[in-house]
């Protein structure tokens, strides 16, 4: 198939499994493009290899922001002709001008599919595209976009996308729930699952339940819910340390956290490593934890990635009942879980954990064999490909 992936910034290593994706079709012989409306300003090849192997960079049109000025100035004159004043309540000419510019590349293109990722102002932007070239338009939305009160997408705009698109494309049953809810039941029959997934040959297993940490990965922001880890820690009566990696706004805050609850000693923020490091820091953890929250925005997390990876590796993963963790976590099962927010049931959990080696080995392993079942790329872009071919029949 040829298809054309619509994107507000790419390759953006933040959105890794996006870039996996894209990969993903092309190993299985697509003819993959990227229209991408900002172009990040260092491209850290390294940290995600495959954006040179498949040349995605190439592979990828950037706006030129002085001609879709020009643009701007053309759509103002098709104003009252425009088709498309549903998505554009505001009349917004940048977005109109936006969507000439993409359609052009469209009708170029002669594109099998049109893909987004995210239902932002660039997805309506694509919708608007695909209908004038008479393309199908999917869209696969992720958590912020459906949640976060300051960034997500009005309610009637999703109405209306989910309406005219081919399919809404969501990553997880919790997700699809709520658009349904937003959009009615008659939505049902459009909104589809696709998994974000990994490569799990990429994760070796390396636990072997010989370290004494606690390993997160994790940005340092408000729904990652590191201030209820720091509690927790504080509630151990163990000699577990923690290893904190990555970076974010919390860092001051966290940090001064764990120095007035005088955890100094125990508590370790890495900020940002290279592999090897992380590789390190795999190695010598007992377990994963990431306890997810939902923040005062109402933004939360899908399913993070970070614990598939973790999953993957053979960690034992203790995370929280947020949005669609509990659907790659099942707890007692393939890791533990609890009520977000809650520093004690966690302090209980990761004691629990820590004191069972049987406990960590059999979650470890039921954790790795539910990723390569469930979250697997390969198996998420055949159910891409499958929802498109039906799409463009």
């Known amino acids: 198939m040829r298809i054309l992936y619509v994107l507000g910034r790419f390759p953006n290593v933040s959105n890794t499994f996006i870039i996996s994706e894209v990969a993903g079709l092309i190993r299985k012989g697509h003819d993959v493009n990227v229209i991408s409306l900002e172009k990040p300003e260092g491209i850290d090849v390294a940290a995600h290899p495959e954006v040179a192997v498949h040349d995605l960079v190439s592979r990828t049109t950037y706006i030129d922001r002085a001609a879709l000025i020009r643009t701007v100035g053309r759509s103002i004159a098709a104003m009252l002709k425009n088709p498309y004043d549903e998505l554009w309540s505001d009349g917004d000419l940048h977005k109109r001008a936006l969507t000439e510019r993409i359609g052009k590349a469209v009708r170029k293109g002669e594109y099998d599919v049109i893909h987004t990722h995210f239902a932002k102002d660039f ?84 636990y072997r339940g010989g370290g004494n940490s606690v390993l997160t990965v994790s940005r340092l922001v408000e729904k990652k819910g590191i201030d209820v880890l720091v509690r927790a820690a504080g509630r151990l009566d163990t000699d577990l340390r923690f290893d904190i990696v990555g970076g974010g706004p919390l860092h001051g805050p966290l940090t001064k956290q764990v120095k007035e609850s005088e955890l100094t000693d125990r508590i370790t923020f890495h900020g940002s490593v290279d592999d090897e490091t992380l590789l390190n820091l795999y190695d010598e953890a007992l377990m994963f934890v990431l306890p997810c929250v939902t923040a005062s925005n109402a933004d939360r997390d899908g399913i993070p990635v970070v614990l598939m990876e973790a999953m993957a590796s053979g960690l034992p993963v203790i995370s929280t009942d947020v949005s669609g963790i509990p659907e790659l976590i099942v707890d007692g099962e393939t890791g533990l879980t609890v009520h977000e927010g809650d520093d004690n049931a966690l302090a209980d959990a990761m004691t629990r954990l820590a004191g069972d080696g049987g406990l960590r080995d059999r979650l470890g392993s039921a954790g790795r064999a539910k990723v390569a079942a469930e979250f697997n790329i390969d198996d998420s872009v055949d159910r891409l490909i499958g929802i498109w071919e039906d799409a463009a029949r």
Do not use: W
């Open 123 to 206: 997805a309506k932007v694509a919708l608007a595209a695909a209908v004038d070239a008479g393309v199908p338009f999917t869209f696969t939305t992720h958590a912020f976009d459906l949640y976060d009160e300051e960034k997500k997408m009005p309610d009637e705009d999703l109405r209306t996308m989910v309406e005219r698109c081919a399919k809404a494309i969501t990553i997880s049953e919790y997700n699809r729930d709520h658009i349904i809810s937003v959009c009615g039941q008659s939505a049902a029959e459009r909104v589809e699952i696709v998994h974000c997934g990994i490569e799990p040959d990429k994760f070796p297993a390396i």
